[in-house]
């Protein structure tokens, strides 16, 4: 699975799936970066989406800190929407 979910790209192999990351290397090519763990689940993957954002923090103070949990929040509502939408448009293919 290969779900192209805008900043984002959920991947997986026959056990696990795993999030990257898409960003610009210095001489401006497009690249990717594992951003997750490896887990078993959908579930498991945006919790560990989730949690290594905030673990990865380098807030200062509880303002900084509630500022990167409301952005860690959007980014995993933006994933979880986009994927959605993707998975929705292979099952409606998939059905014809």
Not at 1 to 18: A, E, F, Q, T, V
Request: hydrophobic share 35%.
């Amino acid at each position: 699975m290969n779900i192209d979910c805008g900043r984002y790209i959920i991947k997986s192999d026959p056990l696990n799936l795993w999030v990257e990351e898409k960003y610009k290397t210095k001489k401006g090519d497009e690249a990717t970066k594992v951003v997750t763990g490896y887990a078993p689940t959908f579930e498991l993957l945006l919790q560990n989406f989730v949690k290594r954002r905030l673990r990865s923090s380098d807030a200062e103070t509880v303002k900084g800190f509630l500022s990167d949990l409301a952005q860690a929040e959007r980014d995993l509502l933006d994933l979880t929407q986009k994927a959605g939408t993707k998975l929705d448009e292979r099952t409606v293919r998939a059905d014809d």
